[in-house]
T-cell receptor, first 111, second 115 residues
Framework: GESVGLHLPTLSVQEGDNSIINCAYS??????FIWYKQESGKGPQFIID?????DKRQGQRVTVLLNKTVKHLSLQIAATQPGDSAVYFC??????????FGDGTTLTVKP | DTGVSQDPRHKITKRGQNVTFRCDPI?????LYWYRQTLGQGPEFLTY????????KSRLLSDRFSAERPKGSFSTLEIQRTEQGDSAMYLC?????????????FGEGSRLTVL
């Protein structure tokens, strides 16, 4: 069977390594998915988004993968840097209405 | 600064008091959202407006909570008879309905502590 990445509340990686953050979403009707980064004392900040008719989208050092069959989303960060240390949230959205956020993953980058 | 601004950034109050938070969205954004976030959790949706119309309210928004956006620009969130369980970060975000990209632009939040 297909392996699905587990959501982990914390993730620690070495600087320069790649990071993979996983998220399970709940509503099969969701048609838009977004990743946010939240640094301490600040509001969430948009990283990248993907529509439900896509399975992969790349940005600068980040890639989002969407698996609708198992309702799973992942964020890959290449060459992780200390400035990437933060809490990462996925969010799902239906028809441009409200966004529903998942549980966060705290990423710590070790120098 | 043309981002979303929230005021006050911090509020400490005694149980039973009323508090009001204000949010000024990005000027060309017609949608405004309120979320609540407790430590270690993702933001929980409370309510959102398109222009001055309140389009959706969460069941989390008890009758002690009221939000307004009277002129379709800034918004206020009032909590009456505060309880200790109301202690949280209250986040405001805005977006543009006609230029929907999925991105919400968040303010830095108003942290409420109820003693």
């Amino acid at each position: 069977g297909e392996s699905v990445g587990l959501h982990l509340p914390t993730l620690s990686v070495q600087e320069g390594d790649n990071s993979i953050i996983n998220c399970a979403y709940s509503n099969s009707a969701s048609d838009y998915f977004i990743w946010y980064k939240q640094e301490s004392g600040k509001g969430p900040q948009f990283i990248i988004d993907i529509r439900s008719n896509m399975d992969k989208r790349q940005g600068q050092r980040v890639t989002v993968l969407l698996n609708k069959t198992v309702k799973h989303l992942s964020l890959q960060i290449a060459a992780t840097q200390p400035g990437d240390s933060a809490v990462y949230f996925c969010a799902e959205n239906i028809s441009a209405g409200k966004s529903t956020f998942g549980d966060g993953t705290t990423l710590t980058v070790k120098p | 600064d043309t981002g979303v601004s929230q005021d006050p950034r911090h509020k400490i109050t005694k149980r039973g008091q009323n508090v009001t938070f204000r949010c000024d969205p990005i000027s060309e954004h017609n949608r405004l959202y309120w979320y609540r976030q407790t430590l270690g959790q993702g933001p929980e949706f409370l309510t959102y407006f398109q222009n001055e119309a309140q389009l959706e309210k969460s069941r989390l928004l008890s009758d002690r909570f009221s939000a307004e956006r009277p002129k379709g620009s800034f918004s206020t969130l009032e909590i009456q008879r505060t309880e200790q369980g109301d202690s949280a970060m209250y986040l405001c975000a805005s977006s543009h309905r006609e230029v929907w990209t999925g991105e919400l632009f968040f303010g830095e939040g108003s942290r409420l502590t109820v003693l």
